[in-house]
C-alpha cells in the first residue's frame, strides 16, 4: 500500500478531530501506524503527548494488566489546556471523578451501587414510559412530513430522554439537560458549545454541577424509587458519597450514554439505509415496512437479535456498515427460506384439502422449516386463503411455530379451547404461539380446524378489500393524489386510500415484472374517450395474469401514488383486485 502519510503525520491525525469525518484519512493513518509503529509517541499540536496504541492485540493485552495500566490521571485524550483546567480542579478537590477516571479497587465499589439497578428485571419497570417516548418520536417524525433531521429531531434527544427517565427527572428539565450536555459534550461544534474557550466550558461544568446539587438535596430528603435517589443515598465502606463523587456519577450516567447512543443511533441507521439502497431517497413508511423493517427482523429470525442491537449501540460507520449488509444478506436468505416453506405449505395444504370450504384453517408441521420464518409465511397463506394458518417447525418430539388469523376468528380463544392438547402457547386475537407434541399434533389438528369450522361460514374465507370511493382516472391528476399523500405515514390503523376505478380498459398486452415474473404490469384508459394512460402495477400478481380476462372492461380497486423520476411527477397506482366491470 503505498501512502504519502509520514508516521508522525498518522499519529497527530489521532488528535485532529477533522480526521474522524474523513474515513479515508482515519484509516490509512491508523493502517500506517500499524504496519510501522503500533506502539507511537505522539507529539500534537494543542495536546500534551500521549502514546498511541493502535494493535487489537496490544489494546487487549493492557486491559487485562490493570495494575500496570490505569485509567487516572489522564482517562482521556484532551486538548493541553483542559488538562491544565483539570489539574487545577483536582488540587481543589474539584476534579470529576467518573467511572471512567476510576482504578480498582474504587471502580468495582463505585460500579456496585448502581449494578442491579441496570438489571433487566429492574428496568422492566420502565418499559411503558420507554414505549411512550419512542412512540412519541415516531408520531413526531410523521408530524415533520416527508424529511426530518434524524440527528437533531431524533437521535440527540431521544436516547437522553431515556437516560433522564431512568434517573427519575423531571420532564420539564429535559430540555435543559439537552443543552447543558450539548455544551459539555459537543467537542468543537460551533452549534452546540457555550463558547470557544476552557472558561466557557467550565461554566457550564459549573451549571450542570449546580443542577444536580440541588437534586441531590431534594432526593436525600424525599428519596423516591429512582436511579437518582439511589445515588442520592449510595454510601462507599460505610461512609455517604462526597458531592463530587455524587455529582461525577450522575454525570456518567446523564450524558456519558447519551452522547455515544445518540452517534450510535444516526450512524447505524445511515448504514442500514445505505445498504438497503435508499441512500438519498425520500424515504417513506413503505420502506421503512417493506426494505428497513424486514433487515432488522432477519437478524432475529435468521440467527440473533445482537448484530440488530450492536448497530444502533456501538457500532462505529465501519462496523456500522459491515452489520448493515450482514443484515441485508441474512434478509435474502431469509426470503429464499420463505418461498421454500411457502410453496411446501402450499402444496402440502392442497392435499390435506385445508384449502378448501370444509376444512377452514391450515395447520401443517414440518422438520425442514425454520421456526423463525414460519410466522411470515403464515401471513402470506392467510392473504391467500383468507383463514388462520399454524405453521410449525417439528423437531426433538415436539412442534413449535407460530399462527396467524383473520378477522372474524379469535385465534388466542381457538388455542385456549385447545389447551388441553397443547404444551404451551400464547398470543392474541389475531397472532400466536404454539407448542405440541408430535403424538398430539393429529388430534390437535382436527381439534383447531374444528374451532374454525364452527366460527367461519363459507363466506368469510372470501377476500375482502375495503374502498374508500370510486373514482375516475381524470380525477387522479397529480394534484389529488399529493392531497391523499398527505394522510399518511399508513399502516394498520391507518391504511392506504384505496378507490374502485370502474369499466376500464386494458390499452396494451400486460406485461411481466421482477427477476421471475413475480409481477404484472398493467397500461389501463378510462372507458370515456380522449384520457390518457394508467400503469398500475400489481406486486405478486404475475401468477394471476393468464385469469385476467383484458378483452373487457375492468372494474379494479387501486391504491394512487405518485411517480418521481428525473423531475417529473406522474400518477400511477398499485392493482389491488380486479374483476370483469359490473354490469
Known amino acids: 500500500m503505498s501512502t504519502t502519510m509520514t508516521v508522525q503525520e498518522a499519529g497527530r491525525a489521532l488528535a485532529d478531530p477533522t480526521a474522524y469525518a474523513d474515513e479515508a484519512r482515519l484509516h490509512e493513518a491508523l493502517a500506517l501506524l500499524r504496519r510501522e509503529e503500533p506502539v507511537h509517541w505522539v507529539e500534537a499540536p494543542g495536546y500534551n503527548p500521549f502514546w498511541a496504541i493502535t494493535k487489537h492485540e496490544d489494546v487487549l493485552e493492557i486491559e487485562r494488566n490493570n495494575n500496570l495500566f490505569l485509567s487516572y490521571p489522564r482517562p482521556m485524550l484532551l486538548t493541553a489546556e483542559l488538562d491544565e483546567m483539570q489539574r487545577q480542579q483536582r488540587e481543589q478537590g474539584m476534579e470529576l471523578r467518573t467511572l471512567v477516571h476510576m482504578d480498582d479497587p474504587e471502580h468495582k465499589k463505585m460500579r456496585a451501587i448502581t449494578a442491579d439497578w441496570f438489571k433487566p428485571r429492574s428496568l422492566r419497570r420502565l418499559e411503558g414510559r420507554i414505549r411512550e417516548l419512542a412512540k412519541r418520536y415516531v408520531d413526531r417524525m410523521a408530524e415533520l412530513g416527508g424529511e426530518c433531521d434524524f440527528v437533531t429531531d431524533v437521535a440527540s434527544q431521544f436516547p437522553l430522554y431515556v437516560i433522564l427517565s431512568v434517573l427519575g427527572l423531571p420532564e420539564s428539565d429535559y430540555g435543559r439537560m439537552l443543552k447543558l450536555t450539548q455544551e459539555l459534550f459537543g467537542g468543537d461544534d460551533p452549534e452546540l458549545q457555550r463558547g470557544a474557550n476552557a472558561e466557557d466550558t467550565m461554566a457550564a461544568l459549573m451549571d450542570f454541577f449546580e443542577y444536580f446539587k440541588?437534586?441531590?438535596?431534594?432526593?436525600?430528603?424525599?428519596?423516591?424509587?429512582?436511579?437518582?435517589?439511589?445515588?442520592?443515598?449510595?454510601?462507599?465502606?460505610?461512609?455517604?458519597?462526597?458531592?463530587?463523587?455524587?455529582?461525577?456519577?450522575?454525570?456518567?450516567?446523564?450524558?456519558?450514554?447519551?452522547?455515544?447512543?445518540?452517534?450510535?443511533?444516526?450512524?447505524?441507521?445511515?448504514?442500514?439505509?445505505?445498504?438497503?439502497?435508499?441512500?438519498?431517497?425520500?424515504?417513506?413508511?413503505?420502506?421503512?415496512?417493506?426494505?428497513?423493517?424486514?433487515?432488522?427482523?432477519?437478524?432475529?429470525?435468521?440467527?440473533?437479535?445482537?448484530?440488530?442491537?450492536?448497530?444502533?449501540?456501538?457500532?462505529?460507520?465501519?462496523?456500522?456498515?459491515?452489520?448493515?449488509?450482514?443484515?441485508?444478506?441474512?434478509?435474502?436468505?431469509?426470503?429464499?427460506?420463505?418461498?421454500?416453506?411457502?410453496?411446501?405449505?402450499?402444496?402440502?395444504?392442497?392435499?390435506?384439502?385445508?384449502?378448501?370450504?370444509?376444512?377452514?384453517?391450515?395447520?401443517?408441521?414440518?422438520?425442514?422449516?425454520?421456526?423463525?420464518?414460519?410466522?411470515?409465511?403464515?401471513?402470506?397463506?392467510?392473504?391467500?386463503?383468507?383463514?388462520?394458518?399454524?405453521?410449525?417447525?417439528?423437531?426433538?418430539?415436539?412442534?413449535?411455530?407460530?399462527?396467524?388469523?383473520?378477522?372474524?376468528?379469535?385465534?388466542?380463544?381457538?388455542?385456549?379451547?385447545?389447551?388441553?392438547?397443547?404444551?404451551?402457547?400464547?398470543?392474541?386475537d389475531m397472532a400466536a404461539g404454539v407448542h405440541v407434541r408430535d403424538e398430539r399434533l393429529d388430534e390437535f389438528v382436527e381439534a383447531f380446524i374444528a374451532q374454525a369450522n364452527a366460527a367461519l361460514a363459507p363466506d368469510d374465507l372470501l377476500p375482502r378489500v375495503e374502498i374508500d370511493c370510486p373514482a375516475a382516472i381524470e380525477e387522479l391528476t397529480p394534484d389529488a393524489v399529493s392531497q391523499l399523500e398527505r394522510l399518511a405515514p399508513f399502516g394498520r390503523s391507518n391504511p392506504p386510500v384505496r378507490v374502485l376505478l370502474p369499466s376500464l380498459r386494458v390499452a396494451a398486452a400486460p406485461r411481466l415484472m421482477g427477476a421471475h415474473g413475480k409481477h404484472l404490469e398493467l397500461q389501463v384508459r378510462s372507458h370515456k374517450q380522449g384520457f390518457g394512460l394508467l400503469r398500475l402495477v400489481g406486486w405478486g400478481w404475475g401468477e394471476r395474469m393468464e385469469a385476467l380476462d383484458t378483452n373487457v372492461p375492468l372494474d379494479a380497486v387501486i391504491e394512487p401514488k405518485l411517480s418521481r423520476w428525473n423531475g417529473r411527477v406522474r400518477v400511477e397506482a398499485e392493482l389491488k383486485d380486479a374483476a370483469p366491470a359490473a354490469k
Not at 432526593?219 to 442520592?232: E, K, V
Not at 431469509?334 to 390435506?352: F, G, H, K, N, T
Request: glycine share 10%.
Open 214 to 428: 440541588e437534586l441531590t438535596a431534594s432526593r436525600r430528603a424525599n428519596p423516591t424509587d429512582d436511579l437518582a435517589s439511589l445515588i442520592a443515598n449510595a454510601e462507599v465502606d460505610g461512609e455517604p458519597l462526597s458531592d463530587v463523587h455524587t455529582f461525577s456519577y450522575y454525570t456518567i450516567v446523564a450524558s456519558a450514554g447519551h452522547d455515544t447512543t445518540s452517534s450510535a443511533i444516526a450512524g447505524g441507521l445511515h448504514a442500514l439505509i445505505e445498504a438497503s439502497g435508499l441512500a438519498g431517497s425520500n424515504i417513506g413508511e413503505l420502506d421503512v415496512g417493506f426494505r428497513l423493517g424486514p433487515r432488522l427482523n432477519a437478524s432475529g429470525r435468521m440467527g440473533h437479535a445482537r448484530d440488530a442491537v450492536e448497530l444502533f449501540t456501538t457500532a462505529d460507520g465501519p462496523r456500522a456498515r459491515e452489520i448493515a449488509e450482514h443484515l441485508t444478506r441474512q434478509n435474502e436468505a431469509r426470503r429464499a427460506v420463505e418461498q421454500e416453506i411457502l410453496q411446501q405449505a402450499i402444496e402440502m395444504a392442497e392435499r390435506s384439502g385445508m384449502t378448501g370450504p370444509d376444512r377452514r384453517a391450515i395447520v401443517l408441521a414440518h422438520p425442514d422449516w425454520h421456526v423463525g420464518v414460519v410466522g411470515i409465511v403464515c401471513s402470506r397463506l392467510v392473504e391467500r386463503y383468507s383463514r388462520p394458518v399454524i405453521l410449525m417447525h417439528r423437531h426433538g418430539g415436539v412442534c413449535s411455530g407460530s399462527g396467524r388469523s383473520v378477522p372474524d376468528f379469535n385465534l388466542h380463544a381457538a388455542l385456549a379451547a385447545c389447551s388441553h392438547l397443547l404444551e404451551k402457547f400464547g398470543g392474541h
